[in-house]
C-alpha cells in the first residue's frame, strides 16, 4: 500500500509526441461513445486507457475547452452498483482482467495470478480502497534516480492543495462531515474556486477520533478536490500492536507513514460510498465537456509512429469484433496508460523497446528501449490465518445477530461475520442504506479477492475482509538484525537477481534502485512490513518494498494475446531473509497479552513451523507473488 520505489501510486505516462494539427471543434458533449463510427477522425490527445491516470489526465487537458482529447478504455463504464459504491460488498467480477505468470521457481513453481481492473476508473473502482500516502523517503527515492520535481517537498503542495473557502467552512462546522461537506456547500465552495484542487479530505467525526488515535489535523490535507478520502463511521477496536512495543500513528499522510494506525480510505464523507478516478475526473464532467470523448469495451492495438518517431494515432479493434481494424488520428500525443500489465506489451508490439526480443519476434524496431517490460515487480503477501476460542466454538449456524454485538459470547469483533452470518449482514446493510452508518462501513475488500486465475491454488482464490487498521513497520521495527540483512543485501549478485538476457543500461538502474532502497532499509520511517488485520481469520503479511526484478516480455507480435509474466519472486536473497524476520513478527504480534483473552493463535503455518528453514520453506508454500501492486 505504501509506494514502491518505482512508483505504485502512479501509472507510468509514456507521452509520445506527434504532429502538430489545427484542432477540430467536437459536436456532442463528453460522454461514453457508443460506437467508433461516433468518433472524429482525430483528436489532440487519444489516451490508451480510462484508469486511473488515463482519467486525470483527460479530465485536466480538457479543462482547455480548445483541446480534444479521446479515451479508448478495454472495460465498460460501472453501473453505480452496490460492489462499486458500498463498502464491504464485493466489486463485480466483470471490473477485473486477470492473467497468470510463469511458474515461481521461488514459490515452489506454482504459477501466480497478474491481477488488473478492467472498467472505466480502472483499479479504483474495485480496490480496497485504503488510501494512503507513503513516507517521505518514498518519494524523496524517485528524484534521486533521476526525477526531479518528485520529492516530498515538491509533491506534497499538490497532496495538500487547498482553497481557503472550503478551510473555513471546516473551520466553522468543525469535523460535522454531514453538515460540512454537504454537497451544496462543497459545490457551493467549489464554484468560487475554480482552480485546481485534487483531494477533499474529511476528518473522522469526533466521537470517533476521542475513541482512537485518528489525528483530525488538516495540515498535510486539500478539501476542496475531486477525490474524496475520509473515515468509516465504524472502526473494529483490535489495534493491539502497542502492546509489542509498536507505537500507534494518528497523522500517517505527513511524510512519516510507520507503525500501527487507523488509515483513510477513497470514502466519500457524506454518503459514505467509494470514491474512483470515475466518480472524480469522469461522471462530474459527463455531458458538459464538449471536448471529452469516451471510447469504451475496445482494445488499443498498436501506436502508429511516422519516420520522424511522432506518433501519429492509434489502431485499435472493438472486443466484440477482433478483426476489424480502426485506426484514429492524434494530433498532438498518444498518452499510454493502460496500467502496469499492459502497457509494456502495447510499447514492444508498436515497435518500442529491447531491440532483440523485438526482431527475434518480426517487429520492426522504431526505437530500441532495452528497459521496456524489465522492472516488473509486485509485493508478495502471505495470508496467514488464526483462531481464538470463540471463532473455533461459535459455527456459522450458532452465531446470531446478537452474538456479533456481545463481545462477552464472541469478543473478537471480526469481519468474518459478513461470511458466517447472513441475516447480521443484511441488518447491517439496511442500515446503511438507510443512514450510511453500520459496521460493515469498516469493510472492504482488498482487490480481485475471489477473482484469480482458476488455475492458481492457495491464497489467491482466498476472498477475504479487511478494515482501516493496519501496521506499517520499519526494517528496525521488524528485527534487530536487520543491519545484518543490508550488509547481505549489499554483496548479492544482482545480475542473477535479474531476468535472463536484461540489458547492461537495466543492470545499472537496478543497482541505483538497490542502494536507494537499502537506505530506505536502514531508515525508522519508512516502512518494509505490512500488516492488514481487522481481527478475522487471515492475516496479510506483505513485503513492501522487494528488491526483486520480474519482467513483462511479448512472446507474440499480436497485442491480443497475452504477454509473458514474470514475476521472480524472492529471487533476491535478502527478500527471503526479510520475510522470514516478517513472519517472526507476526508471531510475536499474535502472542501479545491482549489476544490471550480470546486464545488468539496461528492457525496456518501452524505452531509446529520452527527455525528459519521450516519457516522458509512454509512462506515460499502459502506465499503469493501479488498484493495486487504491480508496477514497473
Not at 501509472?11 to 461516433?38: G, Y
Not at 469478543?411 to 452508518?437: C, G, K, M
Amino acid at each position: 500500500m505504501t509506494p514502491l520505489l518505482a512508483g505504485s501510486s502512479l501509472l507510468l505516462l509514456f507521452l509520445l509526441h506527434s504532429t502538430l494539427l489545427a484542432a477540430q471543434p467536437l459536436e456532442t458533449r463528453a460522454t461514453v461513445v457508443d460506437s467508433a463510427s461516433s468518433l472524429k477522425d482525430g483528436y489532440d490527445y487519444v489516451v490508451i486507457g480510462g484508469g486511473t491516470s488515463g482519467l486525470t489526465v483527460a479530465n485536466r487537458l480538457t479543462e482547455d475547452a480548445s483541446v480534444s482529447v479521446l479515451v479508448i478504455e478495454y472495460g465498460p463504464l460501472d453501473k453505480l452498483e452496490p460492489g462499486v459504491l458500498v463498502p464491504g460488498v464485493p466489486p463485480p467480477a466483470e471490473y477485473s482482467r486477470n492473467y497468470q505468470s510463469v511458474p515461481q521457481p521461488g514459490l515452489n513453481n506454482k504459477p501466480q495470478a497478474v491481477n488488473s481492473a478492467a472498467v472505466v476508473g480502472g483499479g479504483t473502482v474495485i480496490n480496497g480502497m485504503f488510501f494512503n500516502r507513503g513516507s517521505a523517503g518514498d518519494y524523496d527515492n524517485w528524484a534521486k534516480l533521476g526525477n526531479p520535481g518528485w520529492g516530498w517537498k515538491d509533491l506534497l503542495p499538490y497532496f495538500k492543495k487547498v482553497g481557503p473557502r472550503l478551510r473555513a467552512l471546516y473551520l466553522a462546522f468543525g469535523t460535522n462531515v454531514h453538515t460540512a461537506l454537504s454537497p451544496g456547500n462543497a459545490r457551493q465552495c467549489r464554484r468560487k474556486e475554480a482552480h485546481p484542487i485534487s483531494e477533499t479530505f474529511t476528518p473522522a467525526p469526533k466521537a470517533l477520533s476521542a475513541q482512537y488515535p485518528i489525528s483530525d489535523d488538516l495540515g498535510p490535507h486539500g478539501t476542496n478536490g475531486p477525490v474524496q478520502c475520509s473515515f468509516p463511521q465504524y472502526q473494529y477496536p483490535v489495534l493491539t500492536w502497542n502492546a509489542i512495543g509498536v507505537p500507534s500513528n494518528p497523522q500517517p499522510n505527513d511524510g512519516r507513514a510507520v507503525d500501527a494506525l487507523y488509515g483513510t480510505l477513497s470514502l466519500t464523507a457524506y454518503n459514505q460510498s467509494r470514491c474512483s478516478a470515475s466518480t472524480a475526473y469522469y461522471r462530474p464532467i459527463a455531458g458538459k465537456r464538449r471536448n471529452f470523448h469516451l471510447l469504451t469495451l475496445h482494445s488499443v492495438t498498436k501506436i502508429l509512429i511516422n519516420k520522424d518517431k511522432r506518433a501519429t494515432g492509434v489502431q485499435y479493434v472493438s472486443r466484440n469484433d477482433t478483426k476489424t481494424v480502426l485506426t484514429v488520428r492524434a494530433r498532438e500525443e498518444v498518452i499510454v496508460a493502460a496500467g502496469a500489465p499492459r502497457s509494456p506489451q502495447l510499447l514492444q508490439v508498436s515497435g518500442i523497446g529491447p531491440r532483440k526480443l523485438l526482431k527475434s519476434l518480426g517487429i520492426e524496431v522504431v526505437q530500441n528501449l532495452p528497459g521496456v517490460g524489465y522492472n516488473f515487480q509486485d509485493q508478495p503477501a502471505m495470508f496467514a490465518s488464526v483462531t481464538s476460542r470463540a471463532s473455533s466454538n461459535l459455527t456459522s449456524e450458532r452465531l446470531t445477530v446478537e452474538d456479533a454485538d456481545d463481545y462477552s459470547k464472541y469478543p473478537f469483533p471480526s469481519p468474518d461475520w459478513y461470511f458466517t452470518n447472513q441475516s447480521w449482514v443484511a441488518q447491517q446493510l439496511e442500515i446503511y442504506y438507510q443512514n450510511r452508518t453500520g459496521k460493515t462501513l469498516a469493510f472492504r475488500f482488498p482487490a480481485y479477492p475471489s477473482q484469480a486465475h482458476p488455475s492458481t491454488k492457495g491464497p489467491d482464490t482466498q476472498a477475504y475482509l479487511s478494515g482501516t487498521t493496519v501496521a506499517f513497520l520499519s526494517l528496525q521495527r521488524t528485527t534487530d538484525q536487520y543491519q545484518k540483512i543490508i550488509r547481505s543485501a549489499q554483496k548479492a549478485d544482482l545480475q542473477k537477481a535479474l531476468p535472463a538476457g536484461a540489458d547492461k543500461t537495466v543492470l545499472e538502474g537496478y543497482r541505483a534502485q538497490q542502494s536507494a532502497i537499502l537506505a530506505n532499509y536502514a531508515s525508522a520511517d519508512t516502512a518494509v512490513f505490512e500488516v492488514a488485520f481487522l481481527g478475522g481469520a487471515t492475516v496479510p503479511l506483505v513485503l513492501t518494498k522487494p528488491l526483486s526484478r520480474g519482467s513483462i516480455l511479448v512472446n507474440s507480435s499480436d497485442a491480443l494475446a497475452d504477454p509473458v509474466f514474470d514475476y521472480r519472486t524472492f529471487q533476491h536473497p535478502a527478500d527471503m531473509q526479510v520475510f522470514i524476520e516478517m513472519f517472526k513478527k507476526f508471531r510475536q504480534f499474535v502472542a501479545a497479552e491482549p489476544w490471550k483473552a480470546v486464545g488468539l493463535k496461528e492457525a496456518s503455518p501452524g505452531s509446529s513451523v520452527q527455525g528459519d528453514q521450516a519457516i522458509e520453506a512454509a512462506i515460499r508454500n502459502i506465499t503469493s507473488s501479488t498484493w495486487s501492486h504491480p508496477v514497473g
